[in-house]
């Protein structure tokens, strides 16, 4: 089974931007459904973007012109750049991967990278 691993974190001022990074330990040739998820403090896990293998992307609305999703197979790297961040950014990111949505959302959880937007 393919490990992911998130980086790319840190403290960044409103409008600025960071580059996530999601590093795997194998081939993510064959993972159709890569995306990145977010959770707040007190909120709920929620999905940010995915990408498929086909180059299909997908934005939640509230990061929908600020963000973008892109792999790169070669590298098995998975990477989120956003622009643009806002306070309500701040939370901790996570990188999944499936063969499809629905198995993307299931399965445990790596450690995450940390997204702290403040002045």
């Known amino acids: 089974q393919v490990q992911l691993a998130e980086s790319g974190g840190g403290l960044v001022q409103p409008g600025g931007s960071l580059r996530l990074s999601c590093a795997a330990s194998g081939s993510i040739s064959g993972i159709n459904a890569m995306g990145w998820y977010r959770q707040a403090p007190g909120k709920e896990r929620e999905l940010v973007a995915y990408?498929?293998?086909?180059?299909?992307?997908y934005y939640v609305a509230s990061v929908k012109g600020r963000v973008a999703i892109s792999r790169d197979n070669a590298k098995n790297m998975v990477y989120l750049q956003m622009n643009s961040l806002k306070p309500e950014d701040t939370a901790v990111y996570y990188c999944?991967?499936?063969?499809?949505?629905?198995?993307?959302?299931?399965?445990?959880w790596g450690q995450g990278t940390q997204v702290t937007v403040s002045s």
């Open positions: 990408i498929l293998s086909g180059g299909f992307a």
């Open positions: 999944k991967g499936g063969s499809n949505v629905v198995e993307m959302h299931s399965g445990s």
